[in-house]
């Protein structure tokens, strides 16, 4: 299964600016969709960006549309999440998932074969 790797979380102000990274251990099928989850303290996970590795694609969830930017580098098989004014609602664990499914953003239609990353913490302070 392919393996991902986070970076680049941390603790900001608000109004300041992370950039998460993902990397994958290699592109499969698996990996035709790639993007950001993230869960608050007692509330879901939810979607939050993914883009399609064969198009650049871009999905963005309402609630970051217009602050955050999803990219990536196919040739370092890594996709970058540029978050810029973030909001202490922003504050959550981010996760890495890579699957077909991911693009729509919905938790509930990702198989259990989705894979994830270990997850990164991304805390914004008022």
């Known amino acids: 299964q392919v393996q991902l790797a986070e970076s680049g979380g941390g603790s900001v102000q608000a109004g300041g600016s992370l950039r998460l990274s993902c990397t994958a251990s290699e592109y499969t099928r698996s990996t035709a969709c790639m993007g950001w989850f993230r869960q608050a303290p007692g509330k879901e996970r939810e979607g939050v960006a993914a883009i399609s590795t064969s198009n650049n694609s871009p999905y963005y969830a309402a609630s970051v549309k217009g602050r955050f930017t999803i990219s990536q580098d196919n040739a370092k098989k890594t996709v970058y999440l540029q978050m810029n004014s973030l909001k202490p609602e922003d504050t959550a664990m981010y996760y890495c998932?890579?699957?077909?499914?991911?693009?729509?953003?919905?938790?509930?239609?990702?198989?259990?074969?989705?894979?994830w990353g270990q997850g990164t913490q991304v805390t914004v302070s008022s």
């Open positions: 998932a890579a699957d077909f499914g991911v693009c729509r953003l919905k938790l509930e239609l990702l198989p259990d074969s989705a894979a």
